[in-house]
């Protein structure tokens, strides 16, 4: 069974800051990650999918991933109150099966 | 091009019970995923349906089983409800060969079991 683990928070941080929120894997044979944002009493949107070693940016939202170290890392640049959410990481399984980790509550303070 | 759908929004069932949960997947969609959040955990994966055939299934008993219907649609049940089995449901469709960018996930279903 792959694991997924995340720091639980909550990250604090305040309005304009970056905001860190990190993800370590069991897998090393896994391939494929994403970043989920869960706002309360909603479900989990995608914000980012990583597959290859390096950051890949979107906006600003950046995942990194360092597949040696088993690491997938998602900064948010310029934090808004509107970032205050459950983020969650995810590692694919063969078949299209995600393997979650139990999230991180991000509160962006104005 | 329309979403992943389910009902109901929300659900409060006895112990004991059963209970069945629905979703229609994304047009274009051909595999159905069922997932279960508990109150501050991540999802967990239940299982997998494609052309109407499970196709995985994680870490949970016999009392929870699903159907894909010709049309992709699917539906999630669960025998002899528990109180631990209060959740969010999630139903997330996907296309084989799309990859993890058509992972969709629906609204999902509170079921409370009291």
């Known amino acids: 069974q792959k694991e997924v683990e995340q720091n639980s928070g909550p990250l604090s941080v305040p309005e304009g800051a970056i905001a860190s929120l990190n993800c370590t894997y069991s897998?090393?044979?896994?391939?494929?990650f994403f970043w989920y944002r869960q706002y309360s009493g909603k479900s989990p949107e995608l914000i980012m999918f990583?597959?290859?070693?390096g950051d890949k940016e979107d906006g600003r939202f950046t995942a990194q991933l360092n597949k040696a170290s088993q690491y997938v890392s998602l900064l948010i640049r310029d934090s808004q109150p509107s970032d205050s959410a459950t983020y969650l990481c995810?590692?694919?399984?063969?078949?299209?099966?995600?393997?979650f980790g139990a999230g991180t509550i991000l509160r962006v303070k104005s | 091009e329309t979403g992943v759908t389910q009902s109901p929004t929300h659900l409060i069932k006895t112990r004991g019970q059963q209970v069945t949960l629905r979703c229609s997947s994304q047009?274009?969609?051909?595999?159905v995923s069922w997932y279960q959040q508990a109150l501050g955990q991540g999802p967990q994966f239940i299982f997998q349906?494609?052309?109407?055939?499970?196709?995985g299934r994680g870490n949970f008993p016999p009392r929870f089983s699903g159907l894909q219907f010709p049309n992709y649609s699917s539906e999630l049940n669960v025998n002899a409800l528990e109180l631990d089995d209060s959740a969010l449901y999630l139903c997330?469709?996907?296309?084989?060969?799309?990859?993890?960018?058509?992972?969709?996930f629906g609204s999902g279903t509170r079921l409370t079991v009291v």
């Open positions: 990583i597959y290859s070693n």
């Open positions: 995810a590692v694919m399984e063969y078949g299209n099966k995600l393997v």
């Open positions: 997330a469709s996907s296309s084989r060969g799309t990859g993890m960018s058509g992972y969709t």
């Open positions: 349906y494609y052309r109407e055939e499970e196709n």
């Open positions: 897998d090393r044979g896994s391939q494929s």
């Open positions: 047009s274009g969609h051909n595999t």
